[in-house]
């Protein structure tokens, strides 16, 4: 059981949609993130947040914005995304940002 | 420049015998080193970690063991189940980072098949 929860489990978009992509945790944690994997590939991160404040950006085109409106949500906003940026997103929360993550079971997005 | 290293792809053992997923690593500042397990369409589960103060951990079928002057640890399954086919990454981090996001890094996964 994951007590990350990602929404929607799937999205098709085109290139000229916006649309979200949103997390949920209640387990208290303070660190929230997000990762990107393409298929045969490790998981790559994006963006961290502690306190609900930005702390990373890992160099992530400005198409992906993330939003932290409290300290149980965490939102990707997505616009003008290109077919390459078709992935699996991930959400992973942790205690506090130095702890173990743990991930959400993912949202699969295809750019057409 | 790979730091983190899974050479095998994938691995196909008999269920009921060990599997073991090797993971090498080449920054010497890594210290903490977990593995998770990510089934296809899912997002990875965290399995087990060990610091560089011990050399094995163990939690019930699964002990991570951990060779630090090779800079080698080692994942074994024991017995392996059909429900352990999985791919399962090696990440590895810094102190400093205590394996939180910021200082991760990930190998390139592992496909493990259990046969029945």
């Known amino acids: 059981d994951t007590e990350v929860t990602q929404t929607p489990k799937h999205l098709v978009m085109g290139m000229t949609n916006k649309k979200s992509l949103k997390c949920e945790q209640h387990m208290g944690h303070r660190a929230m993130y997000w990762y990107k994997q393409k298929a045969k590939k490790p998981p790559e991160l994006m963006f961290v947040y502690s306190y609900e404040k930005l702390s990373i950006n890992e160099s992530v085109p400005s198409r992906f914005s993330p939003e932290c409106p409290n300290s149980s949500l965490l939102n990707l906003h997505l616009h003008a995304l290109q077919p390459e940026d078709s992935a699996l997103y991930l959400c992973?929360?942790?205690?506090?940002?130095?702890?173990?993550?743990?991930f959400g079971e993912g949202s699969w997005l295809t750019v057409v | 420049d790979q730091q983190v290293k899974q050479n095998s792809p994938s691995l196909s053992v008999q269920e009921g015998r060990i599997s073991i997923l090797n993971c090498d690593y080449t920054?010497?500042?890594?210290?903490?080193f977990l593995w998770y397990k990510k089934y296809p369409a899912e997002g990875p589960t965290f399995l087990i970690s060990i610091s560089s103060i011990k050399d094995k951990n163990e939690d019930g079928r699964f002990t991570v063991f951990l060779n630090k002057s090779a800079k080698h640890l080692s994942l074994h399954i024991v017995p392996s189940q059909p429900g352990d086919s999985a791919v399962y990454f090696c990440a590895a981090s810094p102190l400093y980072s205590g394996g939180g996001a910021d200082g991760l890094t990930f190998g390139k996964g592992t496909h493990l098949i259990i046969q029945p």
């Open positions: 992973a929360s942790s205690p506090l940002r130095r702890d173990t993550i743990y």
């Open positions: 920054n010497s500042m890594f210290d903490y």
